[in-house]
């Protein structure tokens, strides 16, 4: 082959552009011997897709997808538009290109159902034979700043009070009761910043308590059309869930025993809530507390957001949602009055925790691209600067599947 390499080259080591950026980056090509092709060219894209299959009633299956473009430039970098060959010179290339990347344009996003991705391409056109193409991805980030939600300082507390049942519904089944009380400081919630919390089970039941989860939800939900002809055209969605776990004790609770637990968990590197610009994947996050006992567990489910942008000021620990003897106060907790940001705090990246998937495509015959590749997400590193009443932050990472049943 007469083109020995071709790669590109971003201005950007970490391959990460905000939204109304410049993407600016060089096409470094070498030639063993004069070549004749037609033009050298980058194309810029971005696109959003999403696909799943569903079965019918007949047991066959409908293709539901969805696409839509959000940038899509091409710049020429060497040749003319007529059309006709010219022969490049041998040797070692490099060719300056620079794109305006749009302000309205969603974040980069990979999952099993859909993606946002972004890449550049570098393309040689060649007369009577197949392009050579490379490509390569690059992250974009549109931040949401945690401070634009109303309720991002306001802390989280609740308390759920469960009757406990055996097999039967009778009475005889009776098996008592327990109380589950939670407080989380506060509502919006950066990559790299610790959510801390404090839960208490007050086991009134005669079973002993042996499970307690404590999970982060992340809800992906995608929009696609059917692929059959007479189809209503309507949009179909689909929820991927994804867990990640806050809490990792051995919990026994025995009869008529009050136990309770604090700690704080650092949230993972993951795309921001909402995904706004995109119009067929939308993300949303809860934190659900899951008590196990019996044929009747206690569920506690609350909203919470991530951002890219952390809160400022101040929040505070919420006060016992009852004033039983067991309630928990701020004392116990010794969170009390906690700064949201440290001052000053940077924001790095960090390669998103689902960790990098591969980016190859049907039709990538003549293609050079990454196989393996993941965005990354802004991050805050809180570990250094703040302590948060002694607790350590646990490390966060995708739990298995069973936790999205939850």
């Given at each position: ?228 002809m007479l189809s209503s055209g309507k949009p179909h969605f689909h929820t991927k869930k994804a867990s990640f776990k806050l809490f990792n004790e051995k919990v026994e609770i025995p009869v008529n025993q009050f136990k309770s637990f604090k700690g704080a968990a650092t949230i993972p590197a993951i795309p921001p809530t909402g995904l706004a610009g995109c ?128």
């Amino acid at each position: 082959m007469k083109i020995k390499s071709m790669q590109v080259e971003f201005d950007h080591q970490d391959r990460v552009y905000l939204v109304g950026s410049t993407l600016q980056g060089v096409v470094k090509v070498s030639f063993e011997k004069p070549t004749k092709l037609q033009t050298i060219v980058v194309h810029i894209k971005g696109k959003g897709k999403t696909s799943w299959d569903k079965d019918d009633l007949s047991h066959d299956d409908i293709n539901y997808s969805a696409k839509e473009y959000y940038i899509e430039e091409t710049v020429k970098l060497y040749g003319e538009d007529t059309g006709e060959s010219v022969k490049h010179p041998q040797g070692d290339f490099s060719y300056p290109f620079s794109v305006q990347l749009g302000a309205d344009m969603p974040c980069s996003y990979e999952g099993k159902k859909g993606y946002v991705r972004y890449c550049c391409e570098a393309v040689i056109t060649r007369p009577w034979k197949f392009n050579e193409t490379f490509r390569e991805p690059f992250t974009v980030i549109r931040h949401l700043d945690c401070n634009e939600f109303a309720d991002a300082l306001n802390p989280i507390a609740d308390s759920v009070d469960q009757k406990v049942e055996g097999l039967c519904c009778c009475k005889c089944s009776d098996e008592g009761s327990m109380t589950v009380k939670i407080q989380i400081n506060k509502t919006a919630f950066v990559p790299g910043e610790p959510l801390i919390y404090e839960f208490s089970v007050d086991n009134r039941s005669q079973n002993v308590i042996k499970n307690i989860d404590f999970i982060l939800r992340q809800n992906a939900t995608f929009a696609g059309f059917s692929d059959r002809m007479l189809s209503s055209g309507k949009p179909h969605f689909h929820t991927k869930k994804a867990s990640f776990k806050l809490f990792n004790e051995k919990v026994e609770i025995p009869v008529n025993q009050f136990k309770s637990f604090k700690g704080a968990a650092t949230i993972p590197a993951i795309p921001p809530t909402g995904l706004a610009g995109c119009n067929i994947i939308d993300i949303d996050y809860n934190v659900i507390l899951f008590v196990d006992n019996s044929f009747t567990p206690a569920k506690f489910k609350g909203q919470v957001y991530i951002g890219t942008i952390p809160t400022t000021g101040d929040y505070q620990t919420p006060a016992p949602p009852t004033t039983d003897d067991k309630a928990l106060s701020s004392d116990d907790i010794g969170l009390s009055l906690q700064p949201s940001a440290p001052h000053g705090l940077p924001p790095s990246y960090a390669e998103c925790v689902f960790g990098k998937v591969d980016l190859k495509e049907d039709d990538d015959k003549h293609t050079t691209s990454y196989t393996n590749w993941a965005p990354a997400y802004t991050y805050y590193d809180w570990s250094k600067t703040t302590n948060y009443g002694g607790l350590t932050p646990s490390t966060v990472t995708p739990a298995a599947d069973a936790y999205n049943h939850i």
